[in-house]
């Protein structure tokens, strides 16, 4: 049957190249450790845990299509308005719908170099136009970002912290940006690693969005509270958007398992603690002892950390990734990411870190 007679996309659907997730495998290997995609090495809360399979006595029902408890407990959490949170399936579906409601052909949405794959196929899905805006020392700038602003310019989509390099824009930059950006253009701030950062002038955007009409931040319990498989994430935003949000969303998009399983979570503060308090230990850890073995490694403040190999035959990324895969340690390829001499390796269990410094080591030698 030839094109003409089955149903087509629109045009422009089939040149988005699909999101491609980190490997999670590794074959002939009796233990593998899964250090590819950011998950938590503690696990979900176990109140999460327990709220989770209680909620199972209910799955004849309907969920909550507000999510009203769960954006109740995020804004005593945050002390925010519940009024002004949407609850979506992962802060991704929050993501595409910004992309829904805002864009369109002919507008543009910024994102930056080596950013969130998500940005730009939310965009070319709403049929909008993706701006790289260039970054230095695999940080975001503002002042590339403003130089991309145009008349057709309707969002700025950025990740802070970043993935995959892990580097950050202070808040008062971040300032800097929103005030210089028109009035109609949305800044989108992906804050999904906020609570790892350890650093004084950092602010993930609560306070920019509660205070202008033209900011909203998302945030995701796919990490630190270690919900990835729930898909669940929440928006902050002005009225006005999270009201149009609303009027696009699928009336049932947080299953109430979800719902449940996030009330417990961002209640069980000592849980986040604990996780970002591992985090902490071994974050530097790793940044230091994987430099001792004459690697590059971009300075993060999330719970990954982006390395740099050579480009020698032998010693490449992909060499690399070969020989960690061998041994049961999955890292993140980065060539979708304009990365293609980095891994990406999540912060793991004090096993995991330190037999992949261990092996790190092996493969320098051997390459050596």
């Not at 089955?6 to 988005?16: C, K, M, S």
């Not at 800044?187 to 609570?195: I, N």
């Amino acid at each position: 049957m030839s094109a003409r007679q089955r149903p087509e996309p629109r045009p422009g659907v089939l040149a988005i190249e699909a999101y491609v997730p980190g490997k999670s495998s590794a074959p002939d290997v009796a233990k593998v450790f899964k250090l590819s995609s950011n998950e938590t090495p503690l696990g979900p809360s176990p109140k999460a845990l327990e709220a989770y399979h209680a909620a199972g006595a209910t799955l004849a029902e309907y969920p909550d299509g507000s999510a009203s408890a769960l954006r109740e407990a995020i804004g005593r959490a945050f002390g925010l308005d519940p009024a002004r949170i949407i609850c979506g399936a992962g802060s991704d579906e929050l993501l595409h719908l910004l992309a829904q409601a805002f864009l369109g052909p002919g507008v543009e949405a910024i994102h930056t170099t080596h950013s969130f794959l998500v940005y730009p196929i939310a965009t070319l899905a709403a049929g909008g136009t993706p701006v790289v805006a260039g970054e230095k020392h695999y940080t975001a700038h503002v002042d590339t970002i403003l130089a991309a602003v145009s008349p057709r310019t309707k969002i700025v989509f950025i990740a802070n912290p970043n993935n995959p390099t892990g580097t950050y824009l202070p808040f008062d930059e971040i300032q800097r940006l929103r005030r210089a950006l028109p009035k109609p253009v949305l800044l989108v701030l992906d804050a999904a690693y906020a609570e790892y950062v350890r650093r004084n002038d950092y602010e993930s955007g609560l306070e920019l969005v509660a205070t202008s009409d033209n900011v909203v931040m998302c945030r995701t319990f796919s990490k630190i509270h270690g919900l990835a498989a729930l898909r669940l994430g929440w928006l902050y935003g002005p009225a006005h958007v999270v009201d149009a949000l609303n009027r696009i969303r699928g009336p049932f998009n947080v299953s109430q398992p979800a719902i449940a399983a996030g009330v417990a979570a961002i209640e069980d503060t000592n849980h986040v603690e604990a996780s970002a308090a591992h985090n902490a230990r071994w974050l530097p850890w790793l940044t230091e002892e994987i430099g001792k073995l004459g690697l590059a490694v971009t300075p993060s403040v999330a719970n990954f950390v982006l390395i740099h190999f050579p480009s020698d035959k032998g010693r490449t990324a992909q060499d690399a990734d070969a020989f960690l895969t061998r041994r049961g340690l999955i890292l993140r390829r980065l060539e979708p990411y304009h990365l293609p001499g980095a891994l990406r390796l999540t912060v793991g269990s004090e096993e995991a870190n330190r037999l992949v410094v261990e092996a790190l080591a092996q493969f320098m030698g051997a390459a050596a």
